[in-house]
């Protein structure tokens, strides 16, 4: 083959290994390694010396000189910046540290001065020319002629060379087995092709040869920096446990790009292979800006799922190999966690705050300043309890379902705070400028719709008190509110009582009550007063017993207001078993003394039940005294039958058979007097006052009083009419054929020896 010809043949070469070098650069632009960038630039530039050089080829002939000499010149730029972009590819892909860039400016610099004296070269001729060759043949071909400054650029090359071979060689010292062999493949490429280039530049031979080597081993590391070295090592291990769980698992190589995704991960995010390579890279890039250590993910069907992270970077023999991220799936615990914290705060009924989760919430509500004016407004529904004995405690649910629902529509509803603190006990905090009482009080009155008003008309009472102080503690804002719904709990007619100081002077004077109460009971300041009962012909049949607290401290207190404070402490129980054992004991000395037709009655309250055995208690008082049970009679509100009824019943039944005679107090104040009667026949009833609140006995009361009567009488039960005040009621009553009467047109209650001394 002649020369002529090989280079045609070499031309055709250089332009097709060009294009099939920039072919590769799509395929390298998917790798996932910090060196994709390098590589594609010194293909580029490979794939341009090549072009220029069977361009210079093809100018071999006489006429073409200059221009075969700027493609030289040119042809040398491209070398000379080949070997710069070599080294940035070798700096990359041995992952050297990041010290070198100063270095790399620096190569910068000399190859820039380098390509500007060779541009320079196509007019001066300083550096090589062109001379003139011909073959045997008789071929024309141009042969360089260079000078001594050529070795400026000589000396770039070399150091270029040497640098290029020193990075890998210290990666190699320093680098894991594993990487030793990826750095040792490189290694030996680029150092044929630098065998190959000092060669051609030895012999001075018309072509440059070592360009097919320098081909070769581009073609050869194009597709090797392809290979994924990290993946196998991260992959085989992880692989084989991750595919059965539902945790997310993302493992990155070192340059940051996706290498394994398992099942859970595809299955969650729904992405196709390409879209979620791309989403988990920039998944991680947005983890690290923060690192959660939790985090919620919200999947396509609507369904929310918790995750507890954990991200890891793998090295070895402190070098990077890559990364993982891993989002354990905890939504199973975070909502069994959650369930219970909404247990922990939330009524499961009305889905409200309890009292420990409304506190809180008020807490921080006014430590954040929530509300500019807040006010703190504490409900109930009056005598609730009965709800539940008349209609079922589902008819109760309901009534306070309802409330919860006509609450939540109350102006200002989104930013106030609700809570159901106990049983019917509701409170909401809010800004004032929300509260309406014309709106509040409508608001109230459609929960009473849930039951037919004919039967029972619900009634919604609030206390109100405006936050002054926010640093208060929460205790006392609450006990405030409470202390003015306190004020209305008697009032027939009031809806909403606003708090002030003297509500906060009567709780303290409660408090002081309850104080009081065990040092008085143990030092026997307590006595009872008498109250006659008598029949229509005058005569004193027995009498009622009332206590008194012999306190100069209380001498103004009136015994119901002790009273009702001792019930709501639930105290009572202790001052009625000291009442029932003065009573059985006056009972003994009137026996002793030939009055033992005289009976006493005593009160037992509703709250007794609980905390003593009263059946024992009076057996055990009749036994003591030796008292005829028939004057040991018991009265029991009404309304405190309606109380767990069933028990109360069964207790005043076993009453009556120790030959106790049993009165229902103040019947007719219940929703269910009836009722009861139905369940339990008492010995007598005892007529509320308020139906003689007139001076006379006329209309609607008469005929109420009437058929009270005439029922007792069927049914074989005293009725005692309880409260008389005048004549005019006494004779009214004697009219209807009522036998008893009690009141203070008799007597007002006595002290024991002065009720001795007028009545026995």
């Known amino acids: 083959m002649n020369l002529h010809l090989f280079f045609k043949i070499f031309s055709a070469f250089s332009v097709v290994s060009a294009i099939f070098l920039l072919h590769f650069v799509r395929t390298i632009s998917k790798a996932r390694t910090d060196a994709k960038e390098p590589t594609i630039f010194v293909i580029c530039a490979i794939s341009a010396m090549l072009l220029v050089y069977s361009l210079f080829l093809m100018s071999s002939l006489p006429e073409f000189y200059s221009k075969a000499l700027i493609l030289f010149c040119v042809y040398k730029v491209c070398a000379i910046w080949t070997y710069y972009l070599t080294f940035s590819f070798n700096h990359a892909f041995t992952n050297t540290t990041k010290k070198l860039g100063f270095i790399k400016e620096f190569y910068f610099i000399l190859c820039f001065i380098d390509s500007v004296l060779l541009l320079a070269n196509a007019r001066v001729n300083v550096i090589f020319d062109l001379v003139p060759a011909q073959t045997k043949a008789g071929f024309f071909y141009w042969r360089i002629e260079y000078t001594s400054k050529f070795g400026f650029h000589k000396l770039v090359c070399a150091i270029l060379s040497f640098s290029s071979l020193a990075l890998f060689i210290s990666s190699i010292v320093k680098a894991p087995s594993y990487n030793k062999v990826k750095y040792v493949t490189i290694l030996t490429s680029e150092s044929l092709v630098l065998i190959a280039n000092y060669v051609f530049n030895s012999l001075n031979l018309p072509l440059n040869i070592s360009l097919l080597m320098l081909v070769a081993s581009s073609i050869f590391i194009a597709n090797y920096v392809n290979k994924d070295f990290s993946a196998p090592i991260l992959i085989g291990p992880l692989s084989a446990i991750t595919e059965s769980i539902n945790d997310i698992i993302f493992c990155y190589d070192s340059s940051e790009n996706l290498i394994y995704a398992n099942s859970a991960a595809k299955n969650v995010f729904k992405k196709s292979n390409d879209n979620l390579e791309n989403f988990a890279k920039e998944f991680r890039q947005n983890f690290l800006k923060n690192r959660p250590t939790e985090l919620s993910l919200k999947l396509e069907n609507g369904e929310e799922r918790y995750y507890i992270t954990e991200y890891k970077d793998f090295f070895i023999s402190n070098s990077n190999i890559g990364s993982y991220l891993r989002l354990q799936d905890k939504t199973k615990e975070t909502l069994e966690s959650r369930r219970k914290n909404y247990i922990a705060t939330h009524d499961l009924l009305t889905g409200l705050f309890i009292r420990s989760g409304f506190f809180k ?230 026996k002793e003394r030939g009055f033992s037709d005289r009976f006493i009655s005593v009160n037992v309250s509703s709250k007794d039940k609980f905390f003593i055995d009263i059946i024992k208690t009076f057996s055990e008082l009749i036994k003591k005294y030796d008292i005829s049970p028939q004057n040991f009679k018991v009265e029991i509100r009404e309304t405190a039958m309606l109380e767990n009824p069933e028990k109360t019943i069964e207790i005043f ?98 002290p024991v020896k002065t009720y001795e001394a007028k009545y026995l």
């Open 361 to 590: 919430k008020m807490q921080e509500a006014l430590y954040q300043n929530t509300f500019k004016n807040p006010i703190l407004i504490c409900t109930n529904i009056k005598d609730f309890k009965l709800i539940n004995t008349i209609y079922s405690e589902q008819v109760g649910d309901s009534v306070l379902q309802n409330q919860t629902a006509v609450m939540k529509r109350l102006p200002g509803h989104k930013k106030s705070i609700i809570g159901r603190i106990a049983d019917d006990k509701f409170a909401i905090l809010m800004e004032k400028q929300d509260f309406d009482k014309d709106i509040f009080e409508e608001v109230f009155n459609e929960v009473s719709c849930i039951i037919e008003k004919t039967l029972y008309n619900i009634q919604i009472v609030a206390g109100i008190y405006e936050i002054y102080d926010k640093k208060d503690t929460i205790q006392s804002i609450y006990d405030k509110a409470k202390i003015s719904l306190d004020a209305i709990k008697d009032s027939d007619n009031q809806i909403f009582s606003f708090y002030n100081p003297s509500m906060m002077e009567k709780m303290l004077k409660e408090k002081d009550i309850v104080n009081d109460f065990e040092k008085s009971l143990n030092e026997k300041q307590f006595s009872i007063q008498l109250q006659p009962v008598i029949d229509n012909d005058g005569n004193v049949l027995g009498a009622e017993s009332v206590v008194r607290w012999n306190n100069p401290k209380y001498e103004n207190l009136t015994p119901s207001s002790f009273l009702d404070v001792l019930e709501r402490t639930s105290l009572i129980y202790k001052l009625d078993v000291y009442v029932w054992e003065l009573v059985a004991k006056k009972l003994h000395e009137w």
């Open 653 to 750: 039944s076993q009453l009556k058979k120790l030959g106790i005679k049993v009165y229902i107090d103040n019947f007719g104040t219940g929703f269910s007097s009836l009722n009861v009667l139905k369940d339990f026949i008492a010995d007598g009833i005892k007529m509320d006052t308020s139906f003689l609140s007139e001076s006379k006995v006329s209309g609607k009361n008469k005929i109420i009083l009437q058929t009270m009567i005439s029922m007792s009488n069927n049914l074989g039960m005293e009725f005692i009419a309880k409260g008389v005040e005048s004549e005019n009621q006494m004779l009214a009553l004697s009219k209807m054929d009522c036998k008893l009467f009690q009141g203070f047109y008799f007597s007002k209650p006595l």
